[in-house]
């Protein structure tokens, strides 16, 4: 049976050792795809925006069109700072539907054997 691994709350300078780790992660494997694809950087950062869209919208279409929209809000610069504080409950609220969707999937056969 599928068991999640349990969340961790890090610390200011946990979050940021991993989310330069994730940072270098991306480049490298962007370095990799761009080469064997033959493409830009940018183009394929932006196909793989699309990818995982589709991807996360195959979990739950609502939940993944509210993480979507609330990065957008997040990163308009037009927005004000009430408006961020909003959006990012929302972005917080939608990724936790998109877990508990990849939980269910995670949990359920599809084969007729047990996951």
Same mark, same amino acid.
């Given at each position: 049976?599928f =068991? +999640?691994?349990? /969340?961790? $709350?890090?610390?200011? %300078? @946990?979050?940021?050792?991993?989310?330069?780790?994730?940072?270098? &992660?991306?480049?490298?494997?962007?370095?990799?795809?761009?080469?064997?694809?033959?493409?830009?950087?940018?183009?394929?950062?932006?196909m793989?925006t =699309? +990818?995982?869209? /589709?991807? $996360?919208?195959?979990? %739950? @279409?609502?939940?993944?069109?509210?993480?979507?929209?609330?990065? &957008?809000?997040?990163?308009?610069?037009?927005?004000?700072?009430?408006?961020?504080?909003?959006?990012?409950?929302?972005?917080?609220?939608?990724?936790?539907?998109?877990?508990?969707?990849?939980?269910?999937?995670?949990?359920?056969?599809?084969?007729?054997?047990?996951?």
């Amino acid at each position: 049976m599928f =068991q +999640r691994k349990p /969340e961790k $709350l890090l610390s200011p %300078d @946990q979050e940021q050792m991993v989310r330069q780790k994730v940072r270098d &992660a991306l480049l490298a494997a962007t370095d990799v795809a761009c080469r064997a694809i033959g493409c830009t950087g940018i183009s394929f950062v932006i196909m793989g925006t =699309q +990818r995982w869209a /589709e991807d $996360l919208a195959e979990l %739950d @279409q609502k939940a993944a069109a509210k993480f979507y929209r609330a990065l &957008a809000d997040i990163y308009d610069p037009a927005s004000t700072d009430g408006k961020r504080a909003v959006a990012e409950r929302k972005r917080r609220h939608a990724v936790d539907r998109l877990r508990l969707a990849l939980d269910v999937d995670m949990q359920t056969p599809t084969d007729g054997r047990p996951n």
